[in-house]
C-alpha cells in the first residue's frame, strides 16, 4: 500500500529498521537509490545522512528521538528545508501484536500550500489551525471487508470500547455504513480507485460528525489489491466553519445592498437639496421682480388717469405675471419655502368637494369616485397647497389614462404605515397617519423611472406639455405639511399615489380658528410716515409708490445701516417700520433690536419671500408687531399697515 501513496511513506520497525518506504518519499529527500534499497537499513543513520537539508539539523534529529520516545500521534508539524521548501510530517504509532509499537511516518511537500496560505486572511489561518490539530483515524480491511488493524485514535473518534469491538464490524455489511454509502466507496477501492468522501456520523456519544475519509488500495506483492487504507478526519468544524462563512457571505452582500441603496439615496437627496437650494434662490430673485411688475400694473389699474383702451392688454399683463407667480409658488414648494397658512380641515370633506369639482373637468371617459370611510381625519394645512397637491396627482393619473380609465380618490382615518419608505425623503415611515391616496388604471410607471418622478424639470410628456414641476411641487408640499409619499406602480397595472399626513385631534380645531386674526379692509393712511428699508431697487420703488397712493409719507432706506441713521434722525416722525427679512450686512431681525433699543415701543412689520416657521412666532415674542409674505398687493399692504398701527400682532399676507 504504501509504494503507491502520493506522499513520501517511510515504515518503521519498532527496532529502528526501515520496513518499507516509496519512491516519493526518496524524491522529497533526494535519495537515489531505489526504496527497496533502504529495507533493513538503521533509520537512526538514514537521518543522520538527510539532516543537512533542514534550516534545524540537529533539532530534526531530536525531534524524532522524541516522537519515538513519546509514541503519540503527530499531525501537520512543519519542517523548513534550506531550499526554501517546507515539509508536513505526520506520526502514527501502530501496535503490533507481540511486537511492540511500529512507526508510520509521512512526509509530503507543502510548499505550494505555504505560499497559498500565506496569502489567505486571518480568520482562514484559524480555521487552518483547527484542520491541523484536528484528530485523524486509521484503519485497513481486506477485501472481505473485515477490519484488520486500528489506531487508537480511530477508536476515540468513533467511540469505540476497544479494537476487538471495532474489528467485529464488517465495513461492506455494517447497516449503518452501508446507508451513508461508505461501504459502496470502499467497493470502488477495492476495484483500485482512490478516492475522497465525506459523511455525516453518529458516533457513539450521540454527537452528530462529518468526517472525511481518504481510501486507498493496498496491493500485494504480486501487485494484486489486498485490502484498503484508510485515514479518517473528523471535519465538523471545517463544515461549521464553511457555513458560517457562507453565512456572513449571504449577510455581507445584504449589508452590502443595504449600504448601496442607502448610498443611492443620499446621493439623490443630496441632489435635490442643491437643486432645492438654486431654485429657491431663483424664485426668490424671480419674485422681485414680479413685485415690481405686477405692482406697477395694479397701481396703472387703478389710476383714474388709465385710458379705458388701454385696460384689456393691461389686464393681459396681469394675468400673465400672475401665471408666472404661480409658477414661482411651483419651485418654492418644491425647495419648501414657499410660506404656507396652515388651518385644521377636515381631509374627507375637502376631498369630496375636490371630487365634485375635478367631475365637471376630466374627460368623459375617465370615471372618478372617492372612497373615504367613517372617521377622524382632521389634519393641519395650507388649503391652498393641498388642492394644489391633489390636482397635480390628478392631472399625472389623466395623462396616465389617455384611452380612458378609473380614478379613485381615497382618504383614511389614522392608521399605521406598515413601515414603507417614504419615496420624497428616503425615511422609514412609521406610527399612525391620515392617509390621501390618488390611484388611476393607466399605463404605470416603468421601474427605471420611478425613482426619478420626483425630481424637479423630469418628465416623459412630449415637449410642451407640463414643466415637469407638478409631483415636485407635490413631493415639497408633503414635505411642508410634514408629511410623507410613496408611490406604486407596475407598468400596465396603473399607479398609486399615497400621501401621509399627521393627524389631528377634533378639539384643536375651535381653538386654531379662534386664534386666526382677521383680516382688515383696506384703510387709507391719514398721512401716518412709514420707514420702508429693502435693499432690492425695484421692489422698493414700487412699495414706496403703493403707500404714498394709501396717503402715506415715506421715508426709504436701501440697507439696515442707511435705516438706522434715517430712524435715528427722524424717529419723532416715524409711525412705523416696513423691512425685508434677507438684506447684506444687517438683516431685518439685527435692524429691529437696534431700533428697540432706542425706542422700545417700536413697531415694525417683516417683510420675507421664505417662510419663518418657528423663528416667524419667536420674532412675535420678541416685539416684532407681524411677518408678511411677498410681493404685496396694494390691498394687502393696506391693510398691514393698519393693523400696525392700530397696535395688533399677528401673521398676515
Known amino acids: 500500500?504504501?509504494?503507491?501513496?502520493?506522499?513520501?511513506?517511510?515504515?518503521?520497525?519498532?527496532?529502528?529498521?526501515?520496513?518499507?518506504?516509496?519512491?516519493?518519499?526518496?524524491?522529497?529527500?533526494?535519495?537515489?537509490?531505489?526504496?527497496?534499497?533502504?529495507?533493513?537499513?538503521?533509520?537512526?543513520?538514514?537521518?543522520?545522512?538527510?539532516?543537512?537539508?533542514?534550516?534545524?539539523?540537529?533539532?530534526?534529529?531530536?525531534?524524532?528521538?522524541?516522537?519515538?520516545?513519546?509514541?503519540?500521534?503527530?499531525?501537520?508539524?512543519?519542517?523548513?528545508?534550506?531550499?526554501?521548501?517546507?515539509?508536513?510530517?505526520?506520526?502514527?504509532?501502530?501496535?503490533?501484536?507481540?511486537?511492540?509499537?511500529?512507526?508510520?511516518?509521512?512526509?509530503?511537500?507543502?510548499?505550494?500550500?505555504?505560499?497559498?496560505?500565506?496569502?489567505?486572511?486571518?480568520?482562514?489561518?484559524?480555521?487552518?489551525?483547527?484542520?491541523?490539530?484536528?484528530?485523524?483515524?486509521?484503519?485497513?480491511?481486506?477485501?472481505?471487508?473485515?477490519?484488520?488493524?486500528?489506531?487508537?485514535v480511530l477508536l476515540a473518534l468513533l467511540g469505540s470500547p476497544s479494537a476487538e469491538a471495532t474489528k467485529a464490524i464488517n465495513v461492506l455489511t455494517y447497516p449503518p455504513m452501508v446507508k451513508i454509502g461508505v461501504s459502496n466507496a470502499i467497493r470502488r477501492c477495492l476495484t483500485g480507485e482512490t478516492l475522497v468522501i465525506e459523511y455525516p456520523y453518529v458516533t457513539a456519544w450521540g454527537k452528530d460528525i462529518f468526517a472525511r475519509l481518504h481510501l486507498t488500495p493496498i496491493p500485494d506483492e504480486a501487485g494484486q489489491i489486498s485490502g484498503i487504507l484508510g485515514i479518517i478526519e473528523d471535519i465538523t468544524e471545517r463544515r461549521q466553519a464553511e457555513d458560517s462563512l457562507r453565512e456572513s457571505n449571504r449577510q455581507l452582500a445584504e449589508t452590502l445592498a443595504e449600504l448601496q441603496e442607502t448610498q443611492k439615496k443620499m446621493i439623490r437627496q443630496e441632489r435635490m437639496a442643491a437643486v432645492g437650494q438654486l431654485v429657491a434662490g431663483i424664485a426668490h430673485d424671480f419674485n422681485n421682480i414680479l413685485a415690481g411688475i405686477l405692482g406697477y400694473a395694479e397701481l396703472i389699474q387703478f389710476s383714474p388717469d388709465m385710458p379705458a383702451t388701454l385696460r384689456p392688454d393691461l389686464e393681459k399683463i396681469i394675468v400673465s405675471g400672475e401665471r408666472a407667480a404661480h409658477l414661482v409658488r411651483q419651485l418654492l414648494d418644491f425647495s419648501r419655502k414657499s410660506i404656507r397658512h396652515p388651518k385644521q380641515l377636515d381631509l374627507s370633506a375637502f376631498a369630496k368637494?375636490?371630487?365634485?369639482?375635478?367631475?365637471?373637468?376630466?374627460?368623459?371617459?375617465?370615471?372618478?369616485n372617492l372612497n373615504s370611510p367613517p372617521g377622524n381625519t382632521l389634519i393641519e394645512a395650507d388649503p391652498a397647497q393641498l388642492q394644489q397637491l391633489i390636482t397635480n396627482l390628478v392631472a399625472n393619473a389623466e395623462d396616465a389614462m389617455p384611452g380612458g380609465g378609473e380614478l379613485e380618490i381615497g382618504v383614511s382615518p389614522p392608521k399605521a404605515a406598515n413601515a414603507v419608505v417614504c419615496l420624497g425623503c428616503g425615511r422609514t415611515i412609521s406610527g399612525n397617519w391620515v392617509q390621501l391616496t390618488v390611484s388611476d388604471t393607466g399605463q404605470g410607471i416603468p421601474p427605471d423611472v420611478l425613482p426619478h418622478i420626483l425630481e424637479p424639470f423630469f418628465t416623459t410628456r412630449e415637449i410642451g406639455r407640463g414643466?415637469?414641476?407638478?409631483?415636485?411641487?407635490?413631493?415639497?408640499?408633503?414635505?411642508?405639511?410634514?408629511?410623507?409619499?410613496?408611490?406604486?406602480?407596475?407598468?400596465?397595472?396603473?399607479?398609486?399615489?399615497?400621501?401621509?399626513?399627521?393627524?389631528?385631534?377634533?378639539?384643536?380645531?375651535?381653538?386654531?380658528?379662534?386664534?386666526?386674526?382677521?383680516?382688515?379692509?383696506?384703510?387709507?393712511?391719514?398721512?401716518?410716515?412709514?420707514?420702508?428699508?429693502?435693499?432690492?431697487?425695484?421692489?422698493?420703488?414700487?412699495?414706496?409708490?403703493?403707500?404714498?397712493?394709501?396717503?402715506?409719507?415715506?421715508?426709504?432706506?436701501?440697507?439696515?445701516?442707511?435705516?438706522?441713521?434715517?430712524?435715528?434722525?427722524?424717529?419723532?416722525?416715524?409711525?412705523?417700520?416696513?423691512?425685508?427679512?434677507?438684506?447684506p450686512d444687517m438683516d431685518g431681525v439685527t435692524l429691529y433690536h437696534h431700533l428697540k433699543a432706542q425706542n422700545p415701543e417700536i413697531k415694525m412689520v417683516i417683510m420675507s419671500g421664505y417662510p419663518l416657521e418657528e423663528e416667524g412666532a419667536q420674532l412675535l415674542e420678541q416685539g416684532i408687531a407681524a411677518w408678511v409674505e411677498k410681493p404685496l398687493s396694494v390691498s394687502a399692504l393696506s391693510q398691514i399697515v393698519s393693523k400696525v398701527l392700530s397696535a395688533k400682532k399677528g401673521r398676515w399676507g
Open 467 to 583: 414643466s415637469g414641476l407638478g409631483l415636485a411641487q407635490a413631493s415639497g408640499i408633503v414635505g411642508q405639511n410634514l408629511g410623507h409619499l410613496t408611490v406604486h406602480s407596475k407598468p400596465g397595472q396603473g399607479t398609486t399615489v399615497a400621501v401621509y399626513l399627521p393627524p389631528v385631534a377634533a378639539e384643536e380645531m375651535a381653538r386654531d380658528e379662534a386664534a386666526k386674526p382677521k383680516l382688515l379692509q383696506p384703510a387709507r393712511g391719514n398721512g401716518k410716515t412709514v420707514l420702508l428699508v429693502e435693499d432690492d431697487p425695484t421692489v422698493r420703488e414700487v412699495n414706496q409708490t403703493m403707500l404714498e397712493r394709501l396717503n402715506y409719507r415715506t421715508f426709504v432706506a436701501a440697507n439696515g445701516r442707511e435705516a438706522l441713521a434715517l430712524y435715528t434722525a427722524h424717529k419723532d416722525e416715524i409711525d412705523m417700520l416696513l423691512s425685508d427679512m434677507a438684506m
Open 1 to 152: 500500500m504504501i509504494t503507491h501513496f502520493p506522499n513520501g511513506i517511510l515504515f518503521e520497525t519498532a527496532g529502528r529498521k526501515v520496513k518499507q518506504t516509496n519512491r516519493e518519499f526518496c524524491n522529497l529527500f533526494n535519495i537515489q537509490s531505489p526504496p527497496e534499497a533502504l529495507s533493513g537499513t538503521d533509520c537512526r543513520q538514514a537521518a543522520e545522512q538527510v539532516k543537512h537539508l533542514f534550516v534545524d539539523e540537529d533539532g530534526f534529529i531530536q525531534r524524532i528521538e522524541e516522537i519515538i520516545a513519546d509514541q503519540q500521534l503527530v499531525l501537520n508539524e512543519e519542517l523548513p528545508l534550506l531550499d526554501g521548501r517546507t515539509f508536513a510530517r505526520d506520526y502514527v504509532p501502530i501496535q503490533v501484536d507481540g511486537n511492540g509499537v511500529e512507526h508510520l511516518w509521512h512526509y509530503r511537500d507543502i510548499s505550494g500550500r505555504k505560499q497559498a496560505e500565506d496569502a489567505l486572511q486571518e480568520s482562514e489561518t484559524n480555521y487552518r489551525r483547527l484542520v491541523k490539530n484536528a484528530p485523524v483515524g486509521i484503519v485497513t480491511a481486506d477485501t472481505h471487508g473485515r477490519i484488520t488493524s486500528t489506531n487508537p
Open 353 to 368: 368637494k375636490t371630487v365634485k369639482f375635478l367631475e365637471h373637468t376630466l374627460p368623459e371617459n375617465i370615471r372618478i
